[in-house]
C-alpha cells in the first residue's frame, strides 16, 4: 500500500508542475536543459515568432492568440498556491506529457494536461480540452520570448 501512495504522490506533483519526468526515467524537480525531441511536424513550418525561453525553439505565433472566458491572458494559482501568468493559443509546437484531467481545472467544463518544450523539455503550460471543441494552450508568459 505504500508504493501505491508514493506513485500517486509523483503523480500529483507532476499534475501541478512541481516534478518533471526526463526520457532517461528519472524524476527531477529541475528543468531539464537536454534535447530530446524534434518539433511538431504539423507547425514546424509555420512562422513563429515566440521562442521557449529555455532553448529558443519556436514555440507559437502572436496570431495565434484567442481569448477564452473574456481574456487571452490570465492569472491563476494551483493548489499548491503557485501562482502563473498564462496567455492561450489556439496552436503550439509542444510535446504533451502525462494525464489529462479535469481536476482543479482553470477553465470549468475542460480538461488540461502538462505541455513540454519539444527541444528542452521544459513545462511550457497546459493543453485544455473540452469534447468537440479545439484545444487550445495556456501557456506560462515567462517561459516566452519573442524572437527578435
Not at 526515467?25 to 521557449?52: A, G, M, V
Not at 496552436?91 to 494525464?99: L, Q, S, T
Not at 513540454?116 to 521544459?122: H, S
Request: overall charge neutral; charged content about 20%; hydrophobic content about 35%.
Amino acid at each position: 500500500m505504500k508504493a501505491r501512495f508514493s506513485l500517486l504522490s509523483v503523480e500529483w506533483l507532476v499534475r501541478v508542475g512541481l516534478l518533471f519526468f526526463e526520457k532517461d526515467d528519472h524524476w527531477t524537480n529541475q528543468k531539464s536543459t537536454k534535447p530530446q525531441t524534434k518539433p511538431n511536424s504539423k507547425t514546424q513550418n509555420e512562422k513563429h515568432d515566440l521562442l521557449c525561453v529555455n532553448c529558443r525553439t519556436s514555440i507559437t505565433a502572436n496570431a495565434y492568440r484567442i481569448e477564452v472566458a473574456g481574456a487571452n491572458q490570465h492569472h491563476f494559482t494551483n493548489p499548491n498556491a503557485q501562482s502563473f501568468d498564462i496567455s492561450l493559443f489556439e496552436k503550439a509546437n509542444i510535446v504533451a506529457h502525462g494525464i489529462t484531467t479535469s481536476e482543479f481545472s482553470w477553465f470549468p467544463g475542460y480538461a488540461w494536461q502538462i505541455v513540454l518544450c519539444p527541444q528542452c523539455q521544459i513545462q511550457l503550460g497546459w493543453r485544455f480540452r473540452r469534447g468537440d471543441s479545439p484545444d487550445f494552450y495556456g501557456l506560462i508568459t515567462e517561459h516566452l520570448i519573442p524572437d527578435v
